[in-house]
């Protein structure tokens, strides 16, 4: 792998980890067996990042790696009092890919519809949601009423919730 590819396979690793991370949480139903599992996967994938061929679907190899991994996790915590059969992880594993695949159209529409707000109505998320603001403290530093700020944030994300709902029915969709 030349140089340019390790970074493309390396990007293609970060962006994936929230899912992976995710789907194997989705198998296996422990937090902290998810993350151990997601750090035996990361390494199983870049022991075999040879095998990787670019421009096939990067996401499905790196889940069936999960799923392997999820597997022999099973084997060790067999002493555990809820550990999912074989079955149930391969009946789990295709419908946890699925919705994982359908969270990330649904982010992807998200972000497009919030850059469809106006500059303020997204300095509005932002404080209350990327800074942790409550409504009483963006209220007073705007000189507004909380419940203005409480009924312009149930107005925001109900246009939001509108447009993604819009948008994943009609991709032309422009406005929320």
């Not at 994936?16 to 949480?25: D, E, S």
């Not at 391969?90 to 707000?117: G, H």
Request: some cysteine.
């Amino acid at each position: 792998m030349d140089k340019q590819q390790t970074e493309q396979f390396v990007g293609l690793i970060l962006q994936v980890q929230p899912r992976i991370y995710a789907y194997i949480l989705s198998l296996v139903a422990d937090p902290v067996a998810s993350q151990d599992i997601l750090q035996e996967t990361n390494l199983v994938i870049w022991r075999k990042a040879d095998n990787f061929e670019f421009g096939t679907n990067f996401n499905a190899w790196a889940y069936r790696i999960a799923l392997f991994q999820v597997k022999a996790a099973r084997k060790r915590m067999m002493r555990d009092k809820l550990v999912f059969s074989d079955e149930m992880i391969n009946v789990l594993a295709p419908e946890a890919e699925s919705q994982l695949e359908d969270m990330q159209d649904r982010m992807n529409l998200l972000r497009k519809c919030m850059n469809l707000l106006t500059l303020k109505q997204q300095g509005l998320l932002e404080q209350r949601y990327t800074f942790s603001q409550t409504a009483g403290e963006i209220a007073k530093e705007l000189g507004r009423p909380v419940a203005s700020i409480h009924q312009t944030l149930y107005r925001i994300r109900l246009a939001l919730m509108e447009c993604v709902s819009r948008s994943g029915n009609n991709p032309t969709y422009q406005s929320p």
